[in-house]
Every structure is written in structure tokens, then in C-alpha cells.
């Protein structure tokens, strides 16, 4: 497919593009235009909930929805998604085995990199709701076009955007339970539901004690508790205040996503072919800055570990033993 091709099928927004670029352009959009401003205070530990020890399993009206859009470049550009795992089976089977346990459909967000490998995977499964991301085209760091043109997809905050309200409402889904594809420890628990409705906010993000991650953190900015990455926080913060960290997993009610949020447009570099490219993204995880919002504490050890980060070979060699575990372990 040429790059014409995937702007015109995967919903390249050219008046957007052009005024980002121009922001780029004009300096406004930068490395320095990230850093979050206020005052950033850590959470303190009784701002977060913790899972209960138990929980009976009520799924009525929930989904998993799993963030499918990157390309594995550290397995040789294949489709993360599948990617094998454990023993012969890639990470998309293993998290659609856990939603056939669980008895809920998927909703799966492709980018223009993996729909089609992907849909030829899933054959044509009636239990999954696939969509596709937006595109856009890299610059260089004068705000010009990057050579190519170099098409990517613009982060995962374009779920909040995409995801097709009026078919999961439908078929009866009012809550999303959302994780990234190559986290196996991000399973349908219904202590997580359970912990969620319980607090009874439109969102609850889980977050993992921090064991010096490169990530995102709940935060209190300007008085407001909300996830800051890790490279938006402002030089002099102390990172090492700060006990837990963003998982990207999260739950989220199906009716919160009927408006559209401010999502900040993220100015992140690249290596592309031995040449620095700019990309503008969105996080999902920033809903949190509009939404009331949970931050769950999971555990990261043992056979209920809900973070097993898989981003290169050595990752997932190193994760087999704990993942053969937990997928061993019973949902419920």
C-alpha cells in the first residue's frame, strides 16, 4: 500500500496536520511545550484503592479492550500482537482466550501497521470489535516534512476519539477494561471490576509500586489527582516521591467517552532511519485529567500480577516462567 494509499483509508486529517505542523513550526509545540505546569504534589497512600481479596464474577455489560497498534521493531518489525508469547501462542490469542473465559466480546484498536495482518489473524471473528486508529505523517524538528513521507500512528489517546460508541452500546457493553497487548497481566479480574464499581468513578486506572520504571505516575497537579508521564514532568521533580506508577491498564465507562477531551498534543522524538522525526501524540491515560478518576493499586509479583511488560526479546525471555504462571492461574 503507498503512503497516498494509508492516508486516504486510514482517516488522515490534513487541516489538523497542518496546524500541529505549524505549531511545530512556530516553536510551540516542543520538548519544553510537554512539562506540565503547576504544582505537583505526590499521592499519598490513602488517596489510592487497593483490590479486595475476592470478588464474584459479574462481567453483565463489560468488554476488553486491548490497544493493538504498535510494530514489534525489537522482534524484527513484526505485528506485536502476534508476536508468540508463551509456548506457541502470541499475545493477541492469549488476551482473546481471557475474554472467551470470561464470556466478553473484545474491542481491539489497530493502526494502520497492523490492521490487515491482524484482520487476516482473527478471520473474521464475530466476538471481536476491531477498529483502526487515525494516521499522520512525521516532521523534522524545524516543523517541515520528514522524508518519505514517513506515515505513524498518533498514540493511543486516539481510542477516547475512535472507539465505535454506538456499536458496543449495541451490543450491550457500558464498560471498557483496556490494556496494551503485550501485557498478559492485564486479565479480565473481576476484582478489578469489583474495586471500580465500588469506587463509582467514570474511571480507574491501575497503578503498580514503582520499582524504578520509566514511565507515568499518578500525581495531585495543581490539587487535581491525575496520571503525568514520565517525561512531562517538569526538571527538580522528585520521581523517587513517587510510590506507584501508570500500568496502562485501565476501566472506563462506556458513556464517559461521549464527549471529546482535550487530550495534549505530546512533541516526541525519534529515530528513523538514522535521522530524528518528530511525532505528535495522544495518551489515553490523560482522561484522567478530565474524568474522576480511581488509581488501583495491583500487585506486580506472583500469579496475580497485573504488569508483565514485554518490549524486547530479552523481556519476554526473562517473563516466560512468571507468565506460564499466571496463565495457569484461574481467572475466578
Not at 110 to 117: E, L, N, V
Not at 160 to 178: C, F, K, N, Q, S
Not at 201 to 222: F, K, S
Request: charged share 25%.
Amino acid at each position: 500500500m503507498t503512503v497516498e494509499e494509508i492516508l486516504e483509508r486510514y482517516g488522515f486529517d490534513r487541516e489538523r496536520f497542518e496546524e500541529l505542523r505549524g505549531r511545530v513550526e512556530r516553536g510551540e509545540l516542543s520538548k519544553e511545550s510537554n512539562l506540565v505546569r503547576g504544582v505537583l504534589e505526590p499521592l499519598a497512600d490513602g488517596e489510592m484503592a487497593e483490590l479486595p481479596d475476592d470478588a464474584a464474577p459479574d462481567f453483565d455489560g463489560v468488554a476488553v479492550a486491548v490497544l493493538n497498534g504498535g510494530m514489534a521493531t525489537r522482534f524484527g518489525g513484526a505485528v506485536k500482537g502476534l508476536v508468540e508469547a508463551v509456548d506457541g501462542v502470541c499475545f493477541l490469542d492469549w488476551k482473546l482466550r481471557d475474554a472467551e473465559r470470561a464470556g466478553v466480546p473484545v474491542v481491539l484498536m489497530d493502526s494502520f501497521a497492523t490492521d490487515g495482518p491482524t484482520r487476516r489473524h482473527l478471520r473474521g471473528r464475530d466476538d471481536v470489535i476491531a477498529f483502526t486508529q487515525s494516521v499522520s505523517l512525521r516532521l523534522n524538528p524545524d516543523g517541515s516534512l520528514f522524508p518519505g513521507p514517513s506515515p505513524y500512528s498518533p498514540g493511543h489517546g486516539d481510542f477516547a476519539d475512535l472507539v465505535p460508541l454506538d456499536e458496543l452500546r449495541a451490543r450491550g457493553i457500558r464498560t471498557l477494561m483496556l490494556s496494551n497487548v503485550d501485557n498478559l497481566g492485564a486479565r479480565p479480574d473481576p476484582r478489578v471490576l469489583a474495586a471500580h464499581r465500588a469506587a463509582g468513578n467514570p474511571l480507574t486506572i491501575e497503578v503498580a509500586p514503582a520499582g524504578g520504571d520509566i514511565g507515568g505516575a499518578p500525581v495531585r497537579v495543581n490539587g487535581r489527582p491525575q496520571i503525568v508521564e514520565g517525561f512531562r514532568f517538569p526538571p527538580g521533580f522528585d520521581t523517587s516521591t513517587l510510590p506507584v506508577f501508570n500500568t496502562n491498564s485501565l476501566v472506563v465507562e462506556v458513556d464517559a467517552l461521549e464527549r471529546r477531551y482535550p487530550l495534549t498534543w505530546l512533541y516526541v522524538e525519534k529515530d528513523v532511519d538514522g535521522r530524528k522525526a518528530v511525532q505528535l501524540e495522544r495518551l489515553v491515560n490523560e482522561l484522567s485529567a478530565f474524568l474522576p478518576t480511581t488509581f488501583l493499586r495491583v500487585p506486580r509479583e506472583g500469579p496475580r500480577s497485573r504488569f508483565v511488560p514485554v518490549k524486547t526479546p530479552e523481556d519476554l525471555e526473562q517473563a516466560r516462567p512468571l507468565l506460564r504462571e499466571l496463565l495457569a492461574t484461574p481467572l475466578f
